[in-house]
């Protein structure tokens, strides 16, 4: 991001130079070496960002591994008792997809918080000391506004959706396995309409379940998109009284400057897509915890049996009832 930002404000520069010389019947300065140093910074923008994106996918595909590992390690001593108080779809839906939820945060997380924090700080020292503190102290407000308090804006609320949405998905997993295993019954009766009609009110739940997330997320980056466009605007205004832009000196230099606070919108546009994924990994992860933190309702003994080859099946007090029921299935 800083390479993002060194190129943006480099070709400010060098246009506004340009333009200064030009209207001024001065020598044009020769513009090669800034293209130069524009392609390298491009080429060293494009290797940082491969490597940024692997690295973050490394660690988020390790933590994918081990997470699911564990949820599925965590399932067999609940077995088959689990079966009996979870459903099926609602199990492969926290196993697969809110695994896949969680792993998002570990891939697009790490990066743009540490961007957040170093890009802003860089990007307004470097103004302080080259152009004005002042200027770079116009700039403060916004980056403070969409770093910090835009994020925040309706996060508590996109979790309770997620939560829901997250529920209302599993809800559809369940009725797809139940349609797909109960097909000949489904096909038998003539139920397949009913079932396609209940599968569309799912849909309208979920849908409707999500729309709290993206109605926010609209608010997010409506006031992001103003503060970013608003900060450039506030940056030259204050440049503009500085007696070096009076004179025409300061001109290329303070382009640079609006250029570079206008960059910064990337960096903003990395933490709102980071504050969007946050309310679905949080909800995710609660589910998966409940499942990888359930009691467990059968335990094992303390005899360890060893292997070996058998040809009976010896049961010796063993009781069942089935849940909700006080008669014993299974007794003796």
Request: net charge neutral.
């Amino acid at each position: 991001l800083l390479c993002g930002v060194v190129l943006f404000s480099l070709g400010a520069y060098a246009v506004a130079r340009v333009g200064l010389a030009m209207a001024s019947g001065a020598p044009v300065p020769v513009v090669w070496p800034v293209l130069a140093v524009m392609a390298g910074l491009s080429l060293l923008k494009a290797a940082l960002r491969y490597a940024e994106q692997f690295l973050g996918h490394l660690v988020a595909f390790k933590a994918l591994e081990l997470l699911r590992g564990q949820i599925f390690r965590s399932l067999i001593p609940r077995s088959p008792r689990v079966s009996a108080t979870s459903r099926s779809g609602d199990l492969l839906s926290r196993a697969t997809k809110d695994v896949d939820r969680i792993e998002v945060f570990f891939a697009h997380t790490f990066a743009p918080a540490v961007c957040a924090v170093v890009v802003p700080l860089t990007v307004l020292t470097v103004i302080g000391l080259k152009v004005s503190w002042l200027v770079a102290l116009a700039a403060l407000p916004f980056v403070v506004l969409q770093l910090l308090i835009v994020p925040r804006l309706g996060f508590a609320a996109s979790v309770d959706a997620s939560r829901s949405v997250s529920a209302a998905r599993a809800n559809l997993t369940q009725h797809v396995t139940d349609t797909v295993q109960g097909m000949s019954e489904v096909v038998g009766y003539g139920r397949g309409q009913e079932r396609l009609d209940e599968m569309a009110r799912i849909d309208a739940e979920i849908a409707g379940a999500a729309r709290p997330t993206g109605q926010w997320a609209s608010v997010r980056r409506g006031l992001n998109q103003l503060a970013s466009l608003s900060a450039p605007i506030a940056v030259v205004a204050v440049g503009a009284m500085l007696p070096a832009t009076g004179s025409g000196t300061g001109v290329p230099i303070l382009a640079a400057a609006a250029a570079a606070v206008l960059r910064l919108a990337e960096t903003v546009r990395g933490v709102e897509e980071l504050s969007g994924a946050l309310n679905a990994s949080f909800a995710s992860a609660e589910r998966v915890w409940e499942v990888v933190n359930a009691p467990v309702e059968v335990h094992d003994g303390d005899e360890e049996l060893t292997a070996g080859i058998s040809h009976e099946v010896l049961w010796q007090d063993v009781t069942y009832s089935y849940p909700n029921t006080a008669v014993q299935a299974v007794h003796g």
